[in-house]
Structure formats: structure tokens, C-alpha cells
């Protein structure tokens, strides 16, 4: 088993709506959950962390962590074209030292 | 966040040559980490370079390989060794965030590897 999983896509959502993005991870020691964003070509953007169970909300965006399921979860609302990115779940994993494991990312493209 | 820039942002280099990354931080930061993208694929992380120590490598890559100096709270480098098309990858090397004394990691820009 994979120690951070993520649907690889492509998901497809029209403008406007909702994109809600999972991911799981094995380990039920990790504490720090992050979302980042890629676009096509650059580097990796934080755009949310969560570290307590329940949801989260920046702008358009919401964080869920659910530590029982093992489940952290990314939503988009109001989806944008400029929203379209590969979105990688990443959970900090304490192994003697901290360090960031990452999903294999979703593919995310909004439909005008 | 810390501003973080890498040199070079590109690079193709023949088989058997080696690399070094350079990664600038403008403030002064305990923990960077560099990672590799490889093609299609998601981030691994290489290892972790703390001032004043040895790094720490991940399972699977090794010093003689991946060589890599942290000689002051601003600055890493990440030599990639002998090198072999499979090397062709995106290096990025990332920092943590101090002031909010939280585990959240900012990326570089990358460097982009080409091994011919």
C-alpha cells in the first residue's frame, strides 16, 4: 500500500461547479496534511494545510480531514478555468525526522 | 514565505558529466530539502540538508550519487553524479516555513534536467 493515494485522474468539471479532490494515507501517526497546486511546467504551490480534524475554508477553497478515516480531502468552489492544475496531496510523516510524503497528484481541468 | 531561487532553471547535459544545483534562500531557514519530479511522475524527496551536518538521504539515493553542501543557513547545493538519461528529471529543493514555526514546505523553482 501506497503511503499517500490519490485518484490520478483526469477529472473533469465544468465552470462554476464543485471539484472535490481525495486523497488517503496509510499511516496514522501523520499530523500535517497539505494541498498543493501544480500547473503544467512550474513548481509546487501550497495553497492549504490542516492539521485538526474537521474542515477548513480559504476563499474558494476547503480542507477536510477526517484522522479516523485517514482521509483529507481538497474543495474548489466556484470552479475557474485557471483553476485547471495537477493537485497534490502531500502528509508529513514523522520517521525519526519529519518529512513530506506526496500522492501522485490529481489532473483537474474546468470546462468552460 | 521565503523567496527561493535555483540556478540553473534548465540544463542538457551528456551522460557521464555531473550537475550542481544551487538553491538561494533570502532569509535564513534550519531545514532545506531537495526533491526529484520525474517525468509524469509525483515528488520524491532526495534528502535533507541541515546546516552544520551531514544530509539525510531517502532510501534508494546515495551521497556518492547525489552529493549534496549546506555551508550556511541560505544556501544548498545538489550535485547529480555521473549522470544517465534516467537522471532527467525536475530537481526542486524547498524550504520550511520558520516564522510560523510550522512543518509547511515552499518550493524553488525548479531545475530542469536533461541527460542526453
Do not use: H
Amino acid at each position: 500500500q501506497k503511503e499517500v493515494e490519490q485518484n490520478s485522474g483526469p477529472l473533469s468539471v465544468p465552470e462554476g461547479a464543485i471539484a472535490s479532490l481525495n486523497c488517503t494515507y496509510s499511516d496514522r501517526g501523520s499530523q500535517s496534511f497539505f494541498w498543493y497546486r501544480q500547473y503544467s511546467g512550474k513548481s509546487p504551490e501550497l495553497i492549504m494545510f490542516i492539521y485538526s480534524n474537521g474542515d477548513k475554508e480559504d476563499g474558494r477553497f476547503t480542507a477536510q480531514l477526517n484522522k479516523a478515516s485517514q482521509y483529507v480531502s481538497l474543495l474548489i468552489r466556484d470552479s475557474q478555468p485557471s483553476d485547471s492544475a495537477t493537485y497534490l496531496c502531500a502528509v508529513n510523516l514523522f520517521q525519526g525526522a519529519q518529512k513530506l510524503v506526496f500522492g501522485q497528484g490529481t489532473r483537474l481541468t474546468i470546462n468552460p | 514565505s521565503a523567496v527561493i531561487s535555483q540556478k540553473p532553471s534548465r540544463d542538457i547535459c551528456q551522460r557521464g558529466t555531473s550537475l550542481t544545483i544551487q538553491c538561494q534562500v533570502d532569509s535564513q531557514v534550519t531545514m532545506m530539502f531537495w526533491y526529484r519530479q520525474q517525468p509524469g511522475q509525483s515528488l520524491t524527496l532526495i534528502a535533507t540538508a541541515n546546516q552544520g551536518s551531514e544530509a539525510t538521504y531517502e532510501s534508494g539515493f546515495v551521497i556518492d550519487k547525489f552529493p549534496i553542501s549546506r555551508p550556511n543557513l541560505t544556501f544548498s547545493t545538489l550535485t547529480v553524479s555521473n549522470m544517465s538519461p534516467e537522471d532527467s528529471s525536475i530537481y526542486l529543493c524547498s524550504v520550511e516555513d520558520q516564522d510560523r514555526n510550522s512543518y509547511e514546505q515552499y518550493f524553488g523553482p525548479g531545475t530542469r534536467l536533461t541527460v542526453t
